[in-house]
């Protein structure tokens, strides 16, 4: 009769993991509880099994920012913005039937970016950790998960600071890049302010050869434009966050790759475990479902963006001639994203970026020459009147039939008044 303990994990990722630890028990190595007290005492401070650790996320991205340098913002920077943001507002009422929303202004520093962007990159990030602990646990058998007990509580724990960890490094690193609270293409600040991060803005205009205050006035526009937009439509922000959701549901994870790299671990050296976690361990499979709902989140972003240019296009022509080169400039940095918006990509798995930003600015100015500005924004009434990703590849098209579309009757598509508390995007 073999002296090896019986594996309650046979046939899944964490057998190679239980005969590692057992082997190492047998032949004169720690025990599973030295075992576990070590890596407990990773874990001392990793929060408390949520997802993320999102205190710890904070403090790392603010020691990113403050290693790369961030000074506070003056009375100077802040009325700098104020008046950007005024003179937006005024220049974006010919272009857009949207109401004004900017109700306050704000010059942020980077630090501030970070503290006032976290509750909506948690709502971002948090299904998609969620359903990655949640394939991981999966993996296991009920009697496997019971046996697992202090080890796949241990294991969720050291995730979630690994993860946060991970977070936090991406956001420091986009905090160094992003010039407004909507620059990232998500409604990251709070409703009705309208923000721009001056040293990030001071950044952005090296090299273009452009007047300070031309390139300010431009972000502001975009900025202001993207408040009216995500203001004057209430169903969209829940509509853009919606698709992050739907990707996180299709999460798979491949069980193999854990089992292997399992297999590699070294039981007596606990920080192996760490460096597999951070490594990539648990990252997730493209499914089906997932490149589905990537296709959605990226058409709308796409849809967002476009509109904004178009916006921006129609209330700078006969004002600003440098327009032209900073829309140039801004599409250009969308397109490619920059070196901590691909880091934070890899990192949670999310491409945050309107892959087909010109296709949709087209489309916008297509409708708005067949339609006008009030036809343009009227697609904005309900979702299932706007474009779909296979409009964008025939934005005439859209523009020749969008008429009948916008004298559809919307309330053919509300709910009855008892569902409306089931429908994220039912128009409050």
């Not at 202004?105 to 971002?124: D, F, K, M």
């Not at 993207?226 to 922000?237: E, F, N, S």
């Not at 476009?306 to 397109?335: I, Y």
């Amino acid at each position: 009769m073999s002296d090896e303990p019986d594996n309650p994990f046979k046939g899944t990722p964490f057998e190679a993991m239980f005969q590692q630890f057992s082997g190492a028990a047998g032949a004169g190595g720690p025990d599973l509880n030295a075992i576990f007290a070590q890596v407990q005492q990773l874990l001392s401070g990793s929060g408390d099994g949520k997802p993320v650790n999102w205190e710890l996320a904070k403090d790392i991205a603010r020691k990113t920012v403050s290693a790369g340098g961030d000074r506070s913002i003056t009375p100077t920077d802040s009325d700098r913005v104020a008046d950007a943001v005024r003179l937006a507002e005024h220049w974006l009422n010919d272009a857009t039937t949207l109401p004004d929303a900017s109700s306050t202004s704000a010059a942020w520093s980077r630090a501030e970016w970070v503290e006032n962007t976290l509750p909506v990159w948690q709502t971002v990030v948090d299904p998609v950790a969620e359903h990655v602990a949640g394939a991981m646990g999966n993996a296991l058998p009920a009697e496997a998960q019971q046996l697992a007990g202090p080890m796949a509580g241990m294991l969720r724990q050291l995730g979630g600071s690994i993860f946060g960890a991970q977070v936090g490094q991406g956001l420091g690193e986009l905090a160094g890049e992003v010039v407004s609270s909507s620059d990232i293409g998500l409604p990251l600040g709070p409703t009705g302010q309208a923000v721009l991060l001056p040293d990030n803005v001071a950044k952005f205009a090296e090299g273009l050869g452009l007047d300070d205050e031309d390139v300010r006035l431009y972000l502001a526009l975009r900025e202001v434009a993207h408040q009216r937009l995500y203001a004057g439509v209430p169903w969209l922000r829940q509509h853009v966050l919606a698709a992050i959701a739907d990707y996180a549901a299709g999460i798979e994870v491949d069980t193999g790759k854990i089992e292997r790299a399992m297999a590699d671990i070294d039981p007596q050296n606990p920080e192996a475990m760490q460096e597999a976690l951070a490594g990539g361990l648990f990252e997730p499979e493209d499914s089906e479902q997932q490149k589905a709902a990537l296709v959605r989140l990226e058409t709308n972003l796409a849809l967002v963006e476009g509109w904004v240019d178009d916006v921006v296009r129609q209330a700078t022509k006969d004002r600003m001639p440098s327009a032209v080169q900073l829309a140039e400039t801004v599409r250009r940095r969308r397109a490619a994203g920059g070196p901590a918006e691909q880091t934070f990509a890899t990192l949670v798995g999310l491409q945050l970026r309107p892959r087909r930003l010109r296709d949709a600015a087209n489309l916008w100015a297509a409708v708005r020459d067949a339609r006008g500005v009030d036809g343009r924004d009227e697609l904005w009434s309900h979702p299932d009147l706007l474009p779909s990703a296979a409009d964008l590849d025939d934005p005439i098209g859209f523009a020749q039939h969008a008429g009948e579309l916008a004298d559809i009757d919307i309330t053919d598509f509300l709910p009855d008044e008892g569902d409306q508390g089931n429908n994220p995007d039912a128009p409050k």
